[in-house]
């Protein structure tokens, strides 16, 4: 199948409500072109190189997320034009996101990143920081940001039920922390092998990569 196939099979799928983010990572611009053409228009990189390539050849309505991990020394690079920055994991990065955004004069929708997996290899916040981090934001009064929501990354495993109940962990938290505030309406959750069940948990946002373009040569 073709990536505008793959690309339409999986629209099929997602409930309205769901956006799609296509991971272009380690894929060509001509990858890319080809699922443009097919009508997508939100695309998710992890490096910040490699995002700002892209971004300064391909269209200019494309609509560009970071995904990965930011460093901060990076974030001056991405702040003029990137619409949302998945991973923020501390209060230090938030604060020079909110600095290179004032200076770019943008406010910077941003999502939280929680700690879901059980693997110690991923980043976010834990449970116990998350809560804190939200009322510090809101009292540091950051200007140039706006948090939209949470983004999570389930344990790369085959049980589903692990799964499932780490995607439950991060709902419930979204919808504690989110109460009263309409803006706060992002819940980044699901990749290409568990996005189905990240729908059903009530994810509203999914990344996906290797469904729509195929399996990455690792770098
Ligand atoms: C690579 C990546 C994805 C996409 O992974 P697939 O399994 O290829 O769909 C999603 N989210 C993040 C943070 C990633 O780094």
Redesign the pocket.
């Known amino acids: 199948m073709s990536i505008s196939e793959k690309l339409q099979q999986i629209v099929k799928t997602l409930p309205p409500g769901v956006t799609l983010v296509a ?1 272009s ?1 380690t894929k060509s611009e001509d990858d890319i072109m080809k699922a443009y053409t097919a009508g997508q228009r939100v695309f ?1 990189e ?1 490096k910040v190189q490699e995002l700002v390539g892209k971004w300064e050849v391909l269209p200019k309505d494309i609509q560009w997320h970071m ?2 991990h930011l460093q901060r020394n990076k974030v001056k690079y991405i702040a003029g034009f990137v619409t949302l920055i ?2 923020v994991d501390s209060l230090r990065l938030l604060r020079e996101i909110n600095k290179r955004a004032a200076q770019a004069d943008r406010i910077q929708d941003c999502l939280l990143q929680v700690h879901i997996a059980s693997e110690s290899t991923k980043f976010g916040f834990d449970q116990a920081e998350i809560a804190e981090a939200m009322e510090i934001i809101k009292a540091k009064q950051l200007p140039n940001i706006r948090v939209r929501g949470l983004m999570g ?1 389930a344990t790369f495993t085959e049980d589903q039920a692990q799964v499932r109940g780490e995607f439950r962990f991060l709902k419930s938290l979204f919808d504690a922390l989110g109460k009263g505030d309409e803006t706060f309406n992002i819940l980044s959750m699901g ?3 568990d ?1 189905l069940l990240a729908i059903e948990e009530g994810s509203t946002m999914v ?5 729509i373009f195929g399996s ?1 040569n690792t770098p």
Request: proline share 0%; aromatic share 6%.
């Open positions: 991971v990572k998710g992890n995904i990965g998945h991973g990354m990749m290409s092998g996005y990344r996906l990569g290797s469904s990455r």
